[in-house]
């Protein structure tokens, strides 16, 4: 059974130095028992950055590299860490490449019809969406429900529209929805933030004006 890859972390800040070597401040650093090791000293010094974006050259790499590593960066406004791509060793990468380089015509188009089908489900899907948000909300303009679908459903956007509950036109994903394009467009939220009221303190103020539109929507 394969084992986990090791984990590299960019920091948004270097700061840190290698518990072993004192290297520093690290730009990427591993760590052992909470203490930061930079990539040498992890045994990773000799390997390649591929970054993240090519699927199949990741792919191949990965599956080409005995050794090899996940690279991540903290996102601050998701709260979570993201991937910016892996470590591989160099003659991994350039076999991969090599074998991207044979059958890149043939996955071109393999590209364009799965572009093709995923444009069509999502043409559906806002449309399910905005039908969804009408049945629940009756009195929302027939043009702002087709904006907020549009909006709450961009592929890659992290929304609410994406998420599993969204997909499934969970009646909590598609309030929380409308509930956030009411907050944008219809309250003074954007300009509290502007004007550096904290985030959770906008929401409050601005929280009756949204349950009031909620309102005269469900009517």
Not at 41 to 51: K, N, Q, T
Not at 110 to 129: E, G, I, T, Y
Not at 196 to 217: F, T, Y
């Amino acid at each position: 059974m394969p084992r986990d890859p090791v984990v590299v972390v960019e920091p948004l800040r270097p700061r840190a130095h290698c518990a072993e070597c004192r290297k520093g401040p690290l730009r990427r650093m591993v760590l052992e028992f909470h203490q930061p090791l930079c990539v040498d000293c992890a045994g990773l010094g000799p390997l390649v950055f591929l970054p993240r974006g090519d699927a199949a050259l990741t792919r191949r790499a990965r599956e080409a590299s005995g050794l090899w590593a996940v690279v991540v960066r903290h996102n601050r406004r998701r709260t979570r860490y993201e991937r910016q791509g892996i470590l591989v060793e160099g003659a991994a990468l350039a076999r991969a490449e090599a074998a991207c380089l044979a059958d890149a015509e043939r996955r071109a188009r393999r590209r364009a019809r799965d572009a093709q089908r995923r444009a069509a489900q999502d043409v559906r899907f806002r449309a399910a969406l905005a039908e969804e948000i009408r049945r629940l909300f009756p009195g929302c303009p027939e043009e702002r429900a087709a904006e907020i679908a549009a909006h709450a459903s961009v592929r890659g956007s992290g929304r609410v529209g994406r998420t599993a509950a969204g997909q499934a036109l969970d009646e909590g994903a598609v309030t929380a929805a409308v509930r956030a394009s009411v907050r944008h467009l219809d309250t003074e939220y954007d300009r509290l933030l502007t004007d550096g009221v904290p985030r959770r303190q906008a929401r409050v103020r601005v929280a009756p004006v949204i349950e009031a539109v909620l309102a005269s929507w469900r009517r």
